[in-house]
């Protein structure tokens, strides 16, 4: 029922920044907790960083905390990934996940709902 569209994906250089957002269909957005995951090529898909239903607790995999913040608007049945401080081997295809569940999932397969992706590639 749950359709997720990322975008703002590009090309940019180390130390740049980019800002990506994932749109939802579904109206009972808010019910899910939001997460963002990457996945570069031949590699497992990787969390990257989660935010609650109501957006008050956020969690970040420790190869982008302090650079990347994840939030969320429910009215606009959006949440967002801001990337700051970008290192090449941040380059990935990156996606949003819907989880109706209040557990802290780091696993993917913990997701219900997934969007088609996005390309984030950093030069050097």
């Known amino acids: 029922q749950v359709q997720l569209v990322e975008s703002g994906g590009g090309l940019v250089q180390a130390g740049g920044s980019l800002r990506l957002s994932c749109a939802a269909s579904e109206r009972t957005f808010g019910s899910y907790a939001m997460g963002w995951f990457r996945q570069a090529p031949g590699k497992e898909r990787e969390f990257v960083s989660r935010i609650s239903r109501s957006g008050g607790s956020t969690y970040y995999a420790d190869s982008v905390k302090g650079r990347f913040t994840i939030s969320r608007d429910n009215a606009k049945k959006s949440v967002y990934l801001q990337m700051n401080s970008l290192k090449p081997e941040d380059t990935a295809v990156y996606f949003c996940?819907?989880?109706?569940?209040?557990?802290?999932?780091?696993?993917?397969?913990?997701?219900?709902?997934w969007g088609q992706g996005t390309q984030v590639t950093v030069s050097s």
């Open positions: 996940a819907a989880d109706r569940t209040v557990t802290v999932h780091t696993n993917p397969v913990a997701y219900d709902y």
